[in-house]
């Protein structure tokens, strides 16, 4: 065996390929008997050496000591040397905790997923996103610029807002079906936008009236400050007389129409509008009008509710008549209290 591992030497030394023999090492100018570790594919000289090692499950080490100076150890490309980290990929880590992060070039900074943190402060050419964020103070970054939060300015000692803040406190409520509804204010000072998408208003022949609730205010004294209309209303019907007996009325109050003779008694919140259909072959017109003078309702048995209310008199009708209605009414009120 010696003479074997002498001839393989000189081979080796003179340039000539060598066959792997496993059991066998060639280190430092001279061959290592190997030994077989069980069955693991792994070698160990009698120069205590481990070479070759295979680990299909989990292999506990307290240290790994480079084995040549200088040179470090390497683990999947990753260079770990005289206490420092590098290698030509990106490091992956899928759990770090960190007391301190320093940056490795003096004034550089460190980036952390495109963010900037440098010399205290922060900067990225995106935008900032956290699920919880707990701060004392924040300074504005620019002096005379403010603090924007979510739309909303914060500058010196002064809120502002391109849009009215909206509120669900002490609102009212829009009756289902009728459309969406914008309840903007703070609680006491509401301004109530309501988009009417589908109220039909149906009035038989010689039927007089007819109302639809849009919209009931919480229970209490309610100061209606203003009250506006942009709304348009869409004759589905043709039956009405020639001019000048071809009008119908339409109306918003805290009530429904009960006139019975096609006027309408309730007009507390938008005054009558008179119609005319041009002996019925104008079949769209828009219907805008507002509350001249701020009233007070007394919700505090019963809440209030508003009705947009039709009334069409007997001698300008023909036939049953469907009006269709859509736009916008806006009620700007408060809650004086209840009792």
Not at 145 to 150: E, H, I, P, R, S
Not at 166 to 193: C, K, Y
Not at 274 to 301: C, K, P, R
Not at 310 to 339: E, H, R
Request: aromatic share 6%; with cysteine.
């Amino acid at each position: 065996m010696k003479k074997f591992l002498r001839f393989i030497t000189v081979l080796a030394v003179i340039g000539i390929a060598v066959p792997a023999f496993a059991e066998t090492d060639y280190v430092a100018g001279k061959w290592i008997e190997m030994i077989k570790e069980g069955d693991t594919g792994s070698y160990k000289g009698k120069d205590g050496l481990l070479r070759n090692p295979k680990v299909s499950g989990t292999m506990s080490i307290d240290t790994i000591a480079e084995r040549t100076s200088g040179s470090g150890v390497t683990v999947d490309g990753v260079v770990i040397k005289d206490g420092g980290v590098s290698g030509s990929g990106t490091t992956s880590t899928t759990n770090a905790e960190h007391d301190v992060i320093s940056e490795k070039t003096a004034g550089v900074g460190v980036t952390v997923d495109g963010v900037l943190n440098k010399d205290g402060g922060v900067s990225g050419s995106g935008t900032a996103s956290f699920t919880n964020a707990a701060h004392d103070v924040i300074a504005e970054k620019t002096a005379g610029t403010g603090v924007t939060v979510d739309g909303v300015l914060l500058k010196d000692g002064g809120v502002h807002s391109t849009s009215a803040p909206t509120t669900a406190n002490g609102v009212g409520a829009v009756v289902a079906g009728v459309g969406s509804v914008i309840e903007q204010g703070d609680g006491l000072s509401h301004r109530t936008i309501i988009t009417v998408t589908n109220v039909t208003l149906a009035v038989a022949d010689g039927g007089f009236e007819d109302s639809a609730k849009i919209y009931d205010f919480p229970e209490g004294r309610i100061l209606v400050e203003g009250v506006t209309c942009d709304l348009v209303s869409t004759l589905t019907t043709t039956n009405f007389n020639a001019s000048t007996a071809d009008l119908f009325n339409m109306a918003v109050g805290t009530a429904a129409n009960s006139a019975g003779d096609g006027t309408i008694n309730s007009v507390d919140l938008i005054p009558n509008v008179s119609i005319d259909t041009d002996s019925g072959t104008t079949l769209t017109n828009a219907v805008q009008s507002a509350l001249a003078v701020s009233a007070q309702f007394d919700g505090t048995t019963t809440a209030k509710d508003a009705y947009i209310n039709m009334g069409v008199p007997a001698a300008n009708d023909n036939g049953a008549n469907t009006n269709v209605v859509t736009g916008t009414i806006t009620f700007t009120w408060k809650n004086l209290g209840d009792y």
